[in-house]
């Protein structure tokens, strides 16, 4: 997700960074949930879903904001690390790059043979005359 001024609820320059602080201490508590979930089920942190444990997140967000404390510990956080340990992706031996997303992926490849089969598709014509035609005009 691309992050500027348009995404952002506040129109200053100090709410815009409150809100980034705000996303970026998101993002680090979802890592860390997803290291306690690795952790907990014997699992590589980096096996687990980071978009599937937003989704868990997200998901069980009323019911962690409107329990009690010793509920939370005692249930929900194990019952959320279960749900979150329990999004594996695949195992890609040898991946030392980012999985690029749909966007990349189709520009990567689609976009050398297009633009080879606009080139290969022209008609050639001949330029058209601007002199003869200045001429009639005159």
Do not use: C
């Amino acid at each position: 997700m691309v992050l500027d001024a348009k995404h952002m609820r506040g129109r200053t320059a100090a709410s815009i960074e409150y809100e980034l602080a705000g996303r970026i201490v998101y993002y680090l508590l979802i890592r860390w949930l997803i290291v306690l979930a690795a952790e907990k089920h014997g699992h590589e942190p980096s096996r687990i879903s980071f978009t599937n444990a937003v989704n868990e997140l997200e998901q069980m967000h009323d019911t962690l904001a409107t329990s009690s404390e010793a509920w939370v510990r005692r249930t929900l956080l194990p019952r959320l690390l279960t749900r979150i340990a329990s999004h594996l992706v695949p195992l890609r031996p040898g991946r030392h790059y980012p999985r690029p997303n749909d966007t990349q992926a189709k520009d990567k490849g689609h976009g050398q043979k297009q633009a080879a089969s606009k080139t290969s598709n022209r008609v050639n014509t001949k330029p058209k005359n601007t002199k003869t035609k200045l001429a009639r005009v005159a």
